[in-house]
C-alpha cells in the first residue's frame, strides 16, 4: 500500500495563503519606526495585550500590533 507523503512546507504555506485570502485576509508588509512601534508595545502592555516579557519577542510584538490594528480598523468600520 501506498504511503501518502506529508505536504511539503511550501504547499502548507500556499494552503494558508488561499485560506486567508478567502476569508478576506492580506498580509501587508509595512515599515514603521522604532519610536511609534516602541510606544505601541508599551500601550500593549499597558492594555495588557503583552507582558514585558512577551514584548521582547518579535513574533508575540506583530501578532499584538495585528490585533490592535485589526480592533481599530474594525471600530472605524462601523
Known sequence: MLQKTPPSPAAIRQR???????AGRHCYKIWLSDRA???LIV????????????ALRPKLVAQALAALLEEEGQLLAR
Open 43 to 54: 500601550r500593549c502592555i499597558l492594555e495588557g495585550r503583552l507582558t514585558e516579557e512577551q
Open 16 to 22: 494558508e495563503l488561499r485560506a486567508n485570502r478567502k
Open 37 to 39: 512601534v516602541d510606544a
